[in-house]
């Protein structure tokens, strides 16, 4: 159980950034003239939500599967078609890329709810980071189709910001590449209406939460290459940096999070305003491996040893029938498998389909840490939630529960150290960062994870560092070739 200190330091810091929530408006005023001073010179806005952070509607019948307002708009798991509608496709043979699912991406979740000192309260989600630059007067569009293209020319006031959203359980480099198409599309619409940004080019700057935040990485670094295009890790060659000027990463977990662990092996639990969800359901989602903590971080551990497990081992979760391969979740894999003729060939499906997602995890995991130095030019600031005591190490029990043994800084769910992705190893009194990101610049919020985006210190500096900052942007001159060449 959490120590009482932490449990008051928590509500303490919460109960400070709902406080601090009052002074948006008034820095939001400070940014309104210049936001609406020549605003066709502004680059084009993108804002990519966290995992979980999209709604998810099926193709079909157009029903809300996860992120509605009420509970009532959530998957229910009980009806076959919905089950399947809200998981990720089992399908052996076939790479995680290439499949097809039954759901797909519609807008932002706006709120969650969550507790302060046991009392419900409805939290903005992504509402604030979109209504951030709508409120500047920025021409906002929840997706690129949105947009109106007759929208006059010497319209006063308009700068342009997109969402991108997307299916967040698929895997990072699948959804990088549907980045770039993004992106593409974004900047043909900036220069229909004359939006050409800076320097005339329609570069896009990008504001980027937890998971969002990794596959913008990835996207900057390998543009939309594919691991199943790829014989081995993918080429650097920062592509993906070519249309991008500024990026600002907030409360991203580049070294995982032990949380996400919790909810793999034991399911999500039923809050207020969601149904409960089974490992079985969260089991088949890609992109959930892709957030685990790297092994060499010792985070894990079972409960029949004190030593450190490695989560990427198939065998480990077989012998011990975690998450997907918990027994109890058969009814589910009948409907999830219903080719399998027995429940040792449903097993194995689930086996061969975790073996995929743990295999494609690490791959994009030595993607993303390997050290390397940006493009002249491409500007990424990082903000970290400090100051929350956040699950460090957790421990597997024998009967597939999870405990939390200790707690570090962070957000209440990205550690400090892995949002910075520092290296530094316990013993060694290395009094430096040591991180293989290169980060041009780093701001400490105490906030926890989801209240990051909409507070004031957080909506300060992005609008300052998006509308005001005088930093020299990347020469023409220098290409995105030249500057992988000198990298690699």
């Not at 990072?172 to 900047?187: C, K, M, Q, T």
């Not at 490992?279 to 040893?305: F, H, K, N």
């Not at 011990?320 to 027995?342: F, M, Q, T, V, Y």
């Not at 985006?453 to 998006?466: D, E, G, K, R, V």
């Amino acid at each position: 159980m959490m120590p009482l200190r932490h449990t008051i330091n928590n509500a303490l810091i919460r109960l400070t950034g709902a406080a601090a929530r009052v002074s948006q408006q008034r820095v939001l005023m400070k940014y309104e003239d210049v936001a609406t001073r020549h605003p066709e010179r502004q680059n084009p806005v993108i804002v990519i939500p966290g995992v979980l952070g999209s709604r998810l509607v099926h193709r079909r019948s157009r029903a809300t599967l996860w992120g509605g307002s009420s509970k009532s708009e959530f998957a229910d798991v009980s009806a076959p078609d919905e089950l399947r509608g809200v998981c990720f496709p089992i399908e052996g043979g076939t790479p995680l890329d290439r499949v097809e699912t039954q759901a797909e991406p519609a807008g932002a979740v706006l709120e969650l709810q969550a507790k302060v000192l046991g009392l419900p309260l409805a939290v903005k989600a992504y509402g604030p980071i979109l209504d951030m630059f709508g409120i500047t007067g920025f021409l906002q569009a929840r997706s690129a189709s949105d947009v109106d293209f007759n929208v006059p020319r010497e319209r006063p006031g308009s700068p342009m910001s997109f969402e991108f959203d997307y299916d967040w359980r698929r895997s990072i480099p699948d959804n990088a590449a549907r980045l770039g198409s993004f992106i593409e599309l974004v900047r043909d619409i900036a220069k229909e209406v004359g939006h050409t940004g800076r320097d005339g080019s329609a570069r896009v700057d990008i504001v980027a939460h937890s998971l969002g935040g990794l596959l913008l990485r990835y996207y900057l670094r390998y543009g939309r290459q594919l691991l199943s295009e790829t014989q081995g890790p993918p080429d650097l060659t920062w592509a993906g940096a070519k249309d991008v000027d500024r990026v600002l990463l907030v409360g991203v977990p580049n070294g995982g999070a032990v949380e996400v662990v919790e909810k793999l092996i034991e399911g999500l639990s039923e809050s207020a305003a969601s149904p409960a969800y089974s490992s079985a359901v969260l089991g088949t989602m890609p992109a959930l491996y892709q957030l685990m903590p790297r092994t060499r971080y010792g985070s894990i551990e079972r409960g029949d040893s004190d030593e450190s497990t490695d989560l990427f081992d198939v065998e480990t979760w077989e012998r011990h029938r975690w998450g997907l391969l918990d027994e109890r979740n058969d009814d589910e894999l009948k409907i999830l498998l219903p080719s399998a003729a027995s429940r040792s060939d449903r097993e194995r499906g689930a086996a061969d389909h975790l073996a995929s997602c743990l295999a494609e995890a690490q791959l994009v995991h030595r993607a993303l840490d390997r050290q390397v130095d940006p493009p002249p030019g491409l500007h990424k600031h990082l903000f970290v939630g400090d100051g929350v005591m956040t699950p460090e190490r957790l421990r597997i029990n024998d009967d597939r529960t999870t405990e939390v043994i200790s707690r570090q800084d962070g957000d209440g769910t990205v550690l400090r150290s892995s949002a910075l992705l520092d290296e530094r190893i316990s013993g060694r009194n290395e009094s430096v960062l040591q991180s293989p990101i290169r980060w041009s610049g780093v701001t400490f919020i105490p906030a926890d994870h989801m209240m990051l985006t909409s507070h004031p210190t957080f909506i300060n500096n992005a609008l300052y560092q998006i509308l005001e900052d005088p930093t020299p942007h990347r020469s023409p001159a220098m290409s995105v070739k030249d500057a992988a060449s000198r990298e690699s």
